[in-house]
């Protein structure tokens, strides 16, 4: 007896190393399809990343969520990439409003070192971890059974910095 198989390679994301099953599950990446000013198209990931407490809250649900409608309520981060996996910029969020700007570590206009130097006294930042989840699924015909292993770790590393400052 022959079956075909179908194999399957999930990713998700998280702030930390010990995400349990459900929250790698909600979290959400969206394909962006935008147009600049000239009209010229073009593209990002949106990765939507909620807190433990509002996933519980909303019933591991982050679908609701687009680009420009945040759910109200949302607690958690917002970023968004470039489809070779550069960083773009994000955005910290509490009961749905935006209460902090996720920049990227390193040289140029975006390091939260550099802006809490140059333009902001009395700046905290909290650096956050990159981590990327892979689990491989199986999925068995002609029942349409699913399978999936652990989840594990692929990659992990420094990303970003959210800082909050008093503007002094």
């Given at each position: 007896m022959e079956i075909p198989l179908?194999?399957?390679l999930k990713r998700s994301y998280s702030r930390k190393p010990d995400a349990d099953e459900a929250e790698l599950e909600a979290?959400?990446?969206r394909l962006l399809v935008m147009?600049?000013?000239?009209g010229k198209e073009f593209y990002a990931y949106m990765h939507i990343m909620?807190?433990?407490?509002?996933?519980a809250e909303c019933?591991?649900?982050?679908?609701?969520?687009?680009?420009?409608?945040?759910?109200?309520?949302?607690?958690g981060h917002i970023y968004y990439?470039?489809?070779?996996?550069?960083?773009?910029?994000g955005w910290t969020y509490a009961n749905g409003r935006i209460t902090g700007k996720l920049a990227k570590l390193g040289n140029g206009s975006g390091d939260a070192s550099a802006l809490a130097k140059n333009q902001v006294r009395d700046m905290?930042?909290?650096?956050?971890?990159?981590?990327?989840?892979?689990q491989h699924c199986v999925v068995t015909y002609p029942s349409g059974n699913v399978s999936c292993g652990p989840w594990h770790i692929v990659s992990q590393f420094v990303l970003w910095?959210?800082?909050?400052?008093?503007?002094?």
């Amino acid at each position: 007896m022959e079956i075909p198989l179908e194999m399957e390679l999930k990713r998700s994301y998280s702030r930390k190393p010990d995400a349990d099953e459900a929250e790698l599950e909600a979290q959400v990446t969206r394909l962006l399809v935008m147009k600049n000013k000239k009209g010229k198209e073009f593209y990002a990931y949106m990765h939507i990343m909620a807190e433990s407490g509002y996933l519980a809250e909303c019933g591991y649900k982050l679908h609701g969520n687009r680009y420009k409608n945040i759910q109200d309520g949302f607690t958690g981060h917002i970023y968004y990439t470039r489809p070779d996996g550069g960083y773009n910029n994000g955005w910290t969020y509490a009961n749905g409003r935006i209460t902090g700007k996720l920049a990227k570590l390193g040289n140029g206009s975006g390091d939260a070192s550099a802006l809490a130097k140059n333009q902001v006294r009395d700046m905290i930042c909290i650096t956050y971890t990159w981590v990327e989840w892979e689990q491989h699924c199986v999925v068995t015909y002609p029942s349409g059974n699913v399978s999936c292993g652990p989840w594990h770790i692929v990659s992990q590393f420094v990303l970003w910095e959210e800082c909050y400052g008093s503007g002094n």
